[in-house]
């Protein structure tokens, strides 16, 4: 592990217990808690995008919010879903918030997960083309908005303007192109990420399931993603990230928040869209353990970075605290 870093849901709810009452609060609270976790030595704060959910949505005003109260951690998404997106106008926005970052931002983009509503990109003006899987054309998305942001050029210029040729989209963020990284769900679309030239975001769950561990098959598809990588040729070096749920318990707070050990510290199967997935256990326990068992996760030993989902809706302070927990019991047995 070389980075590690928060990754934020961003849930509001006006619940007792709650302290992120409202979508300001969530917005608010993530500036905040990136501010913190920067101040205590964390590498990344990132943030998942989740539409007609009370959840973080629309990432590239909140990435510009953090981006100008911090100055040294990378901020970014897990992940953006295509399906939802105008690539072009995505890579104006990528774009944009990138400099105004100083070249910060890690994105991760995808085909999203199941929703809580039917079709909703759908409402946002986009239907897969005749023929064609939401997947496909969330495949197909991202290619025009990596060729955006590489620069290409995409619209013919008016000659009655004194330009000729093909236009690129502006503005354009040097290096942006190799920040980008895909969410990939199996080792077939781990694969085709590497191809691709995008590194490798891996998450909680994975939705496929061959009867190994979660690690172990979270292991095999960075193996897959690696190997896939070298024969494309690419000449520079990806990156891959694995995201775990991290309760380090030191205070009577976290027992009382965490201290019950349950179903979570196991690995557990679901179906989710009709295919049967896997998902990963939690480690929560004292420190000493927690560092233990994240050390033998093969999945963490060949990532290089960690990132650590976060009970958001706790707030700023307790989450912080579990930031500086790991930071100072956990991060240095991974190193």
Known sequence: ME????????HWRAVPGSRVRSAADALLQTVELAVAAEELGAGGAYVRVHHFARQ??????????????????ELGTGVIDMRYENPLYFAEEAGAADLLAGGRLQLGVSRGSPETVLNGY??????????????????????????????AGLAPADPRHGARGLQPIQPQSPG???????????????RWAAEQGLNLMSSTLLSEDTGVPFSELQAEQIQIFRSAWADAGWDWQPRVSVSRSVIPIITDEDRVYFGQDGEESQDQLG?????????????????DVVAAELAEDEAVRAADTLLITVPNMLGVDYNAHLLAAFAEHVAPALR
Do not use: C, H, N
């Open 3 to 10: 980075k590690f870093g928060f990754l934020s849901f961003g």
């Open 56 to 73: 973080l949505a629309s990432p590239f005003p909140l990435l510009t919010a953090m981006a100008v109260r911090t100055r040294t951690i």
């Open 122 to 151: 759908e409402l946002f003006g986009y239907e897969p083309s005749d023929g064609r899987t939401a997947a496909q054309d969330a495949r197909d998305k991202t290619g025009i908005m990596l060729r955006a942001i590489d620069g």
């Open 176 to 190: 942006l192109r190799r920040r980008i990284w895909w969410g990939a769900g199996t080792r077939d679309t781990a």
């Open 271 to 287: 179906v989710l869209e009709g295919v049967t997935a896997r998902f990963g256990r939690s480690y929560i326990g004292e420190p």
